[in-house]
């Protein structure tokens, strides 16, 4: 069974970069069958897709966050990343990655991990 | 942006009971709909995708229904382990968006 593990700093500062990476335990990163993706959750309330990326590079992001946001993939590492740029206070959440097969869902997701945006 | 409306917000019931969440499109998803249970500092787990199909390992109390804008998950004879939140989620167009979650209490 495939597992995700997030990783990066728990407290950015506001202004600047948040990074994050998500290791895929299996080779399942480099296969068409799946997407990979990103969705936090601020304190306290619900889940908000940040954005997904596909084996082949190609990325689909919220416009509400687009502007601030990458995703890129290292087939060769079995990771991918996350930076969401200009972070302020509402960008503090639990950050979770996930594994979407074919559009159907979510099917395996990294523990989250939390971020925290403060001087 | 697909917007998702949960209900209810919240739902007190016991042991043994059924439990019944529903959660409304605001436009056409034919079926790409998903519900997840979430446990107190745990990510999501997925229930149900394709609106009505059982995700590999879990419970055959779960079940899901409905299509269009109007969609259903059932819980039959709730279980301890089954007090939780649970959203559902539209996966048909992006940006992919999530009900505010149902939570069931215990009464």
């Known amino acids: 069974q495939v597992q995700l593990q997030e990783s990066g700093p728990g407290l950015v500062k506001p202004s600047e970069t948040l990074s994050l990476t998500c290791s895929v335990s299996d080779g399942s990163i480099s296969s068409s069958n799946y997407y990979w993706g990103w969705i936090r959750q601020p304190p306290g309330k619900g889940l908000e897709w940040i954005g997904n990326i596909y084996y082949s590079g190609s990325t689909y992001y919220n416009p509400s966050l687009k502007s601030r946001v990458i995703i890129s993939l290292d087939t060769s590492r079995a990771q991918f990343s996350l930076k969401v740029m200009s972070v302020t206070a509402t960008d503090t959440a639990v950050y979770y990655c996930?594994?979407?097969?074919?559009?159907?869902?979510?099917?395996?997701w990294g523990q989250g991990t939390p971020v925290i945006v403060s001087s | 942006d697909i917007q998702m409306t949960q209900s209810p917000s919240s739902v007190s019931a016991s042991v043994g009971d059924r439990v019944t969440i529903t959660c409304r499109a605001s436009q056409d998803i034919v079926n790409w709909l998903a519900w997840y249970q979430q446990k107190p500092g745990k990510a999501p787990e997925l229930l149900i995708y394709?609106?009505?199909s059982l995700q590999s390992g879990v419970p055959a109390r779960f079940s899901g229904s409905g299509s269009v804008t109007d969609f259903t998950l059932t819980i039959s004879n709730l279980q301890p382990e089954d007090f939780a939140t649970y959203f559902c989620?539209?996966?048909?167009?992006?940006?992919?968006?999530f009900g505010q979650g149902t939570k069931v209490e215990i009464k």
């Open positions: 394709a609106a009505s």
């Open positions: 996930a594994r979407l097969a074919g559009g159907t869902g979510f099917d395996s």
């Open positions: 989620q539209q996966a048909n167009s992006f940006p992919y968006t």
